[in-house]
């Protein structure tokens, strides 16, 4: 039985895989500070955080794990003016304890932040041109675990998702378009649109995701190192607004649009490079998807 271990596998994406993973006869453990809240006998949590290193090699070991995927991020999304040094060190001493013990490392990158501005769909060989620090993080991140790797002679797979939603996710958060917007459709609170409402994103359901990671992730030899991982198209703000008030005939809304500068005007991904080696999967269309995610809030009762 093969063992994969999730680093900060308790949180959105984490807890997707994990269960998709479970699913697929593996022992899964996450290595989060936070209790993921899944229930299986191949499912082992470790309670830990970024820098707990004596903990993280412990957990290593014991658990003799050859396939890491490194969810975990400790810098702010939207935080403005952070100094990162500090924190990617954090990071880099975490990376090279893991490289000690594992067989391969499957990174999860940023498809929306390390590409910068532009008017045509992202391909991975697309000069990187981050304008926040998160960004920045994540490429130099990326950077790092490629040299590693190629020292130790180690396997390496970096993927970079576009803009996830579906269950799991935070509603009352400050990440996730789509699932802050139900949060306040279902808590009754106003809209707020950062920018005119007209910038495009590449959204992608959770379980096309997954479905694109698992492939990736079981492939025994892959061309490349770096992967996108989207849906190919775009939905303005706007849009996403449009299919998810028309949910709820009863919410009257509130739209508020604030002024944000240095907003990416339009981000999509080119998945030809994925695709050149499966089947384009048969994407959740937007409106489907929404639908799906709002419905298992009210069954939840979040």
Known sequence: MKTVMLFGGAGFIGKNIAKTLLNLNFKVVIFDRSDPELEHERLVYVNGSLGDLDTLRDALKEHSVLEFVYLVNN???????????????????SIEIIYQYVNRLVFFSSGGRVYGQGSLAHSEEDALIPICAYGTSKVILEEFILDLSAKNNKKTLILRPSNPYGPYQNIYGNQGLISIILGNIISGKKIEIWGSGDEVRDYIYIDDLCLMFLNLFLAEELPHHIYNIGSGRGCSTNQIVDICVA????????????EATNL???????????????????????DRGIKEYYHFLLRMKI
């Open 264 to 286: 990416v005007r339009k981000n999509i991904l080119n998945i030809g490079r994925y695709t050149s080696i499966f089947s384009e999967p048969e994407f959740i269309p937007i």
């Open 247 to 258: 949910l709820n005939d009863s919410f009257k809304p509130n739209i508020v649009h604030k």
């Open 75 to 93: 810098i702010p999304v939207n935080a403005g003016g952070v100094n990162i040094d500090d924190l990617l060190e954090i990071n880099k001493k």
